[in-house]
């Protein structure tokens, strides 16, 4: 989908893992997965091609090409929870300058970049889908779904973007 | 049961080092049912020996060059697997076995399967009133274990006495007559009314397989009355029913673990 100054695309495969550990251990954790960790609240954290969200004091959602197959052979050597969740999450780009426009037809947070800046992220509602919002860009947003949830998530997206589409005879 | 279990998790075992993560979504699975399931299965598995796995038992291999799970276990009654792939990689093998011919079945027929097995569906032959023991299924419930969740209500009198209302199988006299779900069971369907009683039908079908009516139901002292007629009386007359064992198929599990 791609419109006056909105692109929704369905994001490439990629590796997640949901990750948990105590705050004190994150470091170790991180240092395992070769990822930082961050401690900021609702910051995403890139290292290189890996990218965490902070997405709790215990918990963060980590995101990787497809392709960085090794990220899934780590061994932590402290106690943990690292579950591989690839396949069940689906990811949505949002990009463009209508893009926090187009999101906030379904959500409610004030995405303002003074309030919701890039690297922000957090776990919030999408409609009635439970999503992982995150910040990548200044007009760009990914979103992260469970999978069953993606079509009805796209379909709210679409619904949003047709508000910028030039309407019949207008020109 | 994932919130159940995080509640448990804070609240009863805060010392516990465990998270829970939702797999849900990430897992997509197969059932593959019959008896010519392992055939079919064998040409997309990589590295395991079919023949030598048991029923009930789980392994990790290689399903179309993708890391699966493999359970072997049924809800039909069938020698079967349970084919677990990360979601996405779901599609090819499902056509792979749909080439191969395997027919796509849904859950009326499932539920129609497992009945003929007396595998019990929970909610449906079950209500928060049945115990393991009331299904006939008291062994696996744990006496060793020093606690688990339920183990206090087991012991309370009324659910632990005997005569409780336990599962049995129900045939009528007549095999074409399907019992209605819900029905009500009495010993004699000429006492005065309202009659006692004993039980009802649980679940009731037609089955293809047998040629005749099938159903489960929760009678009181039911294992004790195996072998006696009872009477459903319905609004057009009363049904005499023969009460059996909860299985209607493969009773000595042959074909399970073939």
């Known amino acids: 989908m791609a419109e006056d100054g909105i692109t929704v695309a369905r994001a490439a495969p990629a590796i997640r893992l949901n990750v948990r550990a105590d705050t004190h251990a994150a470091a170790t954790v991180g240092m395992a997965l070769g990822v930082l960790l961050g401690s900021a609240p609702c910051r995403a954290v890139i290292t290189r091609q890996r990218t965490a969200l902070w997405l709790g004091p215990d918990e963060w959602l980590v995101l990787a090409p497809e392709t960085d197959q090794a990220l899934l052979q780590q061994i932590v050597p402290v106690p943990a929870s690292i579950v591989d969740v690839s396949h069940g999450l689906a990811g949505i780009d949002v990009i463009g300058p209508r893009a926090a426009w187009c999101i906030n037809a379904f959500n409610a947070l004030d995405l303002d970049p003074s309030a919701f800046p890039v690297t922000a992220c957090t776990r919030t509602v999408f409609g009635k889908a439970q999503i992982v919002l995150w910040r990548a860009g200044a007009d760009a947003f990914r979103i992260e779904t469970a999978r069953s949830f993606a079509p009805y998530v796209w379909a709210c997206l679409d619904e949003a973007r047709r508000e910028f589409l030039p309407s019949p005879g207008a020109c | ?258």
């Open chain 2, 1 to 258: 049961v994932l919130h159940h279990m995080e509640d448990y998790r804070q609240t009863e075992f805060p010392h516990l080092r465990v998270w829970l993560t939702s797999t849900t979504e990430q897992w997509g699975v197969i059932a593959l049912q019959g008896p010519s399931a392992r055939a079919m299965l064998a040409p997309l598995v990589q590295d395991i020996d079919l023949g030598a796995m048991r029923h009930m038992t789980v392994q990790s291999c290689q399903i179309g060059g993708v890391a699966a799970r493999l359970f072997r276990v049924s809800f039909t009654g069938e020698s079967g697997y349970e084919i677990n792939l990360p979601a996405g990689f779901l599609q090819p093998v499902w056509e792979a076995l749909i080439e191969a011919g395997a027919t796509p079945y849904g859950t009326d027929a499932m539920h129609m399967l497992r009945a003929e097995k007396g595998y019990i569906i929970v909610g449906q032959e079950t209500d928060g009133t049945v115990t393991p023991d009331d299904l006939g299924l008291g062994r696996l419930i744990s006496r060793g274990k020093h606690d688990f969740v339920g183990k206090r209500s087991l012991r309370l009198p009324d659910l632990s006495r005997t005569g409780r209302r336990q599962l049995v199988g129900l045939l009528t006299q007549d095999p074409r007559t399907v019992l209605e779900e819900g029905a009500q069971i009495v010993a004699d369907p000429r006492g005065a009314v309202p009659a006692a009683m004993l039980g009802h039908v649980t679940s009731a079908y037609h089955s293809a397989t047998l040629d005749r009516s099938i159903a489960l139901a929760l009678l009181e002292n039911g294992r004790a009355q195996q072998g006696n007629t009872l009477y459903v009386p319905m609004p057009d007359g009363v049904i005499p029913v023969g009460v059996t064992a909860p299985m209607f198929y493969d009773p000595g599990g042959e074909r399970l673990h073939g």
